[in-house]
């Protein structure tokens, strides 16, 4: 399994609760189709797709800032970072930090700069499903099997695929070719080939 990161366009939050800075939003929404991603497919998230992963005693989610590890804003263990799946999909409450970056961030969340929010997870084969459409493949995402991180970011539009995943979906994409008959083989008269075979002897005469 590889790393894979989608975004959303649901805008960012800002709120304060007793004097606190809160950002609130969703980082993915359940039965939304995506835009095309990579292979030429799109995506569609089952709802409880996040269940098990945060149900999950290793998963420890961290907030970033556009994926950047370097720019945390929040962490599930710190109690800085608290998710919850509901039937509109994954719904992330951060409590930025006091720092250059947590500054940063809610201002920048303020003047309606950072537009949307993104998530990075993997995905077992066994807990997606493939179907071709008229209008191209189609892939459905049962489960997800890990959950990494969230991040408010710049631009939501995340279309980073696998290349195992970009192969499956380009497999539906490829019509079968109908196999060629052999061509028949090529008929010449007697008398034709007599012809061909005395041109040739007086060209070389």
Same mark, same amino acid.
């Given at each position: 399994?590889?790393? @894979?990161?989608? +975004? ?10 007793? +004097?606190?800075?809160?950002?609130? *939003?969703?980082?993915?929404? $359940? /039965?939304? /189709? ?8 799109? @995506?569609?998230?089952?709802? +409880? ?66 537009? *949307? ?8 084969? /066994?807990?997606?499903? $493939? @179907? ?46 109908? @196999? ?26």
């Amino acid at each position: 399994m590889e790393l @894979e990161r989608r +975004g959303v366009t649901v805008p960012v939050e800002y709120r304060e609760e007793d +004097g606190q800075p809160r950002l609130t *939003g969703y980082a993915a929404l $359940y /039965e939304s /189709e995506s835009v095309v991603l990579p292979g030429g497919f799109r @995506e569609v998230l089952r709802r +409880g797709a996040f269940d098990s992963a945060l149900a999950a005693p290793e998963t420890d989610v961290v907030a970033l800032l556009n994926h950047d590890t370097n720019m945390i804003l929040g962490r599930q263990s710190a109690g800085t970072l608290r998710l919850a799946a509901d039937d509109r999909g994954l719904r992330y409450d951060i409590t930025p930090p006091d720092t250059q970056v947590g500054r940063d961030t809610v201002a920048l969340v303020r003047r309606g700069d950072l537009s *949307g929010a993104s998530f990075a997870f993997t995905v077992r084969a /066994e807990d997606e499903e $493939y @179907e071709r459409t008229a209008d191209g493949p189609r892939r459905y995402i049962n489960r997800v099997s890990g959950l990494y991180d969230v991040s408010v970011v710049l631009t939501p539009a995340y279309p980073e695929t696998t290349a195992a995943v970009r192969q499956r979906a380009a497999e539906l994409l490829v019509e079968p070719i109908a @196999e060629q008959a052999e061509p028949a083989p090529l008929r010449v008269s007697p008398l034709a080939r007599a012809e061909h075979t005395a041109r040739w002897l007086r060209r070389v005469s």
